[in-house]
């Protein structure tokens, strides 16, 4: 239970008290800022608190906004002030200094840093605002828009107020931000009008946003099951789903905005069960095609690494822009000119094939035509995606003076997944390459690429993957700050992922694509799993289970060995042991991980999801 205090007693035909006690807060009513700090020290340090003028006049969402949010340990709106359990001290001591300040009686003209009220009035909440202010302590400012959140001073303010709260259906108000401002065109248009009302009826029924994310998990693999059937109606009923599983995504995130559930537990599931279910679909329609006697295990599988290597791109060059100074080019100037262009903004959008047009072109095809057909539109749509944001972003890397971070070496160098013997090579560098990192890797990756394609499973594909282990450690012997550097994590995906798809097609015998598809689906869970934890400011998953799993280059060695040692139906074997082994180590710690985060108390979060 979370506790408001009141800051004097209700003005009569307030309805603040109900507000509050609608919200979750046990309401208790100090008669001066004495009896304020008194009732503060009594409400344990793991509860949330509020300290709330009894004047206060605003809509319900206003206050719901500022004292509900789980993801700011301060928070304040004007006439409210809350904090969480990690905020505590700093409201505790901002309370205390107020009360010395002011001889525990009320005082005025303590003006809030920006006009927090309607005429001159004093207001306990407003002034420990401005005295975390002083102390420079970080304090959110929910944007409110045409919401109301005042203090009046007088009885014509009060009336005046009322009439504004009035004028403002909060709930439509609510029901709007819901929505995320910044959505893909099909999203926008075809999904989030009536799926905000979705999102409110599951708020009402007390259900909770990952409740709605299982069901989106389970629909989507309903979905895959009924592709897997290789009938026309199968694929026609797998469309359906796939749209229906999308409708219950977008239904997750307005559930947690217009609900304020923001969890971290929430936003790894929203995210890691996207990917689970789209590459679960490319399997099902696999499956549901080789029923058919059309094997398109190699379709499917370049379509899931093309699709993982356009995430890594977005993952990395945002982190080594996240706090980039000087971050400004010619390019990003031009983009942001086109932004003010309207059907540019639309169109650029749809372009590069966000999850919303990606998923209803993958539904129709399915619905329409063959399995086949759909993973070449895929792959054909999604390799153009890839080469204009890529190339774009390459544009903006070279035109920009950008200064990277500690930080984002730190981040680009974890995203890169080096593992032992990387690690051995580059203690034995000792700095002294000086190589251009995004040059070695895409070295590397040609060196282990080409070599598959020419010489499939023989040695000289495994002696050149040596030469690509070189050539990784090369790329990180020192910190990756150079303007291109954020290419080196793609560079390692693809080089990886893709000699486990050359090597399995290049078998040639039933059965290998399907354990290469299981393997590479464990090592980008990994991936995306580290992504998330950066995002998250946990850092990447620990070292053991990285040099565990083998690292990148460890993985890609072992497969290129593996295929040059043993027999076909041998290599499938152990492409599978391989797919087993790596994911259930990844997934028991990444499990164990998140859980544990979310059960001590880990800074609320929520995803907004991937453009891609």
């Not at 550097?485 to 694509?513: C, H, K, M, Q, S």
């Not at 599978?576 to 880990?602: C, D, Q």
Request: aromatic residues 8%; hydrophobic residues 50%.
């Amino acid at each position: 239970m979370s506790t408001a205090i009141l800051t004097g007693q209700p003005v009569p035909g307030s309805s603040i008290e109900g507000d509050l006690r609608s919200l979750g807060f046990d309401v208790r009513v100090a008669a001066d800022p004495t009896d304020a700090e008194t009732l503060l020290a009594q409400v344990p340090t793991e509860q949330r608190v509020a300290v709330v003028d009894a004047r206060f006049v605003g809509h319900l969402h206003a206050l719901r906004l500022a004292l509900t949010d789980p993801r700011f340990p301060l928070a304040a709106i004007p006439g409210a002030v809350t904090a969480q359990a990690a905020g505590r001290q700093a409201l505790t001591r901002a309370v205390a200094r107020e009360n010395s300040a002011s001889g525990g009686t009320a005082r005025g003209g303590a003006p809030a840093r920006a006009k927090s009220s309607v005429g001159d009035v004093d207001s306990l909440a407003d002034r420990i605002v401005t005295a975390l202010d002083a102390d420079d302590t970080p304090l959110h400012r929910p944007t409110l828009g045409s919401l109301v959140a005042a203090v009046p001073a007088d009885p014509q303010a009060r009336n005046e107020a009322r009439q504004a709260v009035a004028a403002v259906d909060d709930e439509a108000v609510r029901l709007k931000s819901a929505v995320k401002a910044h959505d893909g065109f099909f999203t926008t248009y075809f999904i989030s009008p009536y799926s905000r009302y979705i999102a409110r009826w599951c708020a009402r029924r007390g259900l909770t946003p990952n409740q709605v994310t299982t069901a989106s998990l389970l629909t989507a693999l309903i979905a895959a099951g009924c592709a897997a059937t290789g009938t026309r109606g199968g694929f026609v009923a797998a469309g359906v789903l796939l749209i229906a599983s999308f409708v219950l995504d977008c239904t997750d995130g307005q559930l947690a905005r217009y609900s304020l559930q923001y969890s971290t537990l929430g936003a790894w599931l929203d995210a890691t069960f996207d990917r689970a279910k789209e590459y679960a679909y490319y399997a099902g329609l696999a499956l549901g095609a080789a029923r058919g006697g059309d094997d398109v295990w190699a379709l499917a599988l370049g379509a899931m690494v093309l699709q993982s290597c356009r995430h890594i791109v977005d993952f990395s060059f945002n982190e080594a822009n996240h706090d980039a100074t000087a971050n400004t080019s010619p390019t990003a100037a031009l983009s942001d000119k086109l932004d003010s262009v309207g059907w540019t903004v639309w169109l650029r959008r749809m372009i590069v094939l966000p999850i919303g047009e990606r998923w209803a072109m993958i539904a129709v095809l399915t619905a329409a035509t063959t399995p086949r057909i759909t993973f070449y539109v895929l792959l054909v749509g999604c390799a153009f995606a890839a080469t204009y944001t890529t190339a774009g972003r390459v544009l903006r890397s070279l035109t920009r003076k950008a200064q990277r971070t500690d930080r984002a070496a730190k981040a680009l160098a974890d995203l890169t997944d080096s593992g032992p013997l990387v690690e051995l090579l580059v203690r034995r560098a000792s700095g002294k390459s000086h190589a251009p990192a995004a040059g070695a890797a895409a070295v590397g990756g040609v060196l282990v690429l080409i070599p598959a394609l020419l010489w499939g499973a023989g040695w000289q594909t495994a002696v050149f993957a040596v030469g690509y282990v070189l050539a990784a450690a090369l790329a990180v012997v020192r910190p990756l700050k150079g303007t291109l550097d954020w290419l080196v994590p793609p560079f390692f995906r693809a080089a990886e992922y893709g000699t486990v798809l050359i090597l399995a097609a290049e078998a040639g015998v039933n059965g290998a694509l399907p354990a290469a598809f299981g393997l590479v689906a464990a090592v980008a869970y990994h991936h995306y799993d580290t992504v998330y934890r950066i995002r998250g400011d946990a850092g990447a998953p620990p070292a053991w289970l990285v040099r565990a799993i083998g690292g990148h280059e460890g993985r890609t060695l072992l497969v290129t060995v593996l295929a040059a040692l043993l027999t076909a139906s041998q290599f499938k074997a152990a492409l599978t042991a391989l797919a087993v082994a790596v994911a259930l180590v990844v997934l028991v710690e990444s499990i164990r991980y998140w859980v544990s985060a979310h059960k001590g108390g880990a800074p609320a979060v929520h995803d907004e999801g991937e453009p891609a």
